[in-house]
Nanobody
Framework: EVQLVESGGGLVQAGGSLKLSCIVS????????IGWFRQAPGKGREPVSC????????YYSDSVRGRFTISRDNARNTVYLQMNSLKPEDTAIYYC???????????????????WGQGTQVTVSS
């Protein structure tokens, strides 16, 4: 069974940093693009950052570009999201997801991802 398990969320003051992890099992991690998405209270889920399967091509949303960094460790079946200079508007549940088609493309479209984790809460206080 495919599982994606997020960790690393928590409560942090504005301007602080957090590093999220997503450990993947049940499919060949190296053959999937991985994306981070988030859902703030009362809002829909939106893309944050994505990374392709092998060459590490990345996507960042305009709201996080320059502050967040996505990376993957294929030996550990893990993708990371380093979040710096956090803002209150970054408060959300953060989800990781797997994309098994067109894996060279770090697509930000939710419909392109077939496997989803349960999420980890990030709360940024002012």
């Amino acid at each position: 069974e495919v599982q994606l398990v997020e960790s690393g969320g928590g409560l942090v003051q504005a301007g602080g940093s957090l590093k999220l992890s997503c450990i993947v099992s049940g499919f060949s991690f190296r053959d999937y693009a991985i994306g981070w998405f988030r859902q703030a209270p009362g809002k829909g889920r939106e893309p944050v950052s994505c990374i392709s399967s092998i060459d590490g091509t990345t996507y960042y949303s305009d709201s996080v570009r320059g502050r967040f960094t996505i990376s993957r460790d294929n030996a550990r079946n893990t993708v990371y999201l380093q979040m710096n200079s956090l803002k209150p508007e970054d408060t959300a549940i953060y989800y990781c997801a797997g994309k098994g088609r067109r894996t060279w493309d770090p697509s930000p479209l939710q419909s392109d991802y077939e496997y989803w984790g349960q999420g980890t809460q990030v709360t940024v206080s002012s």
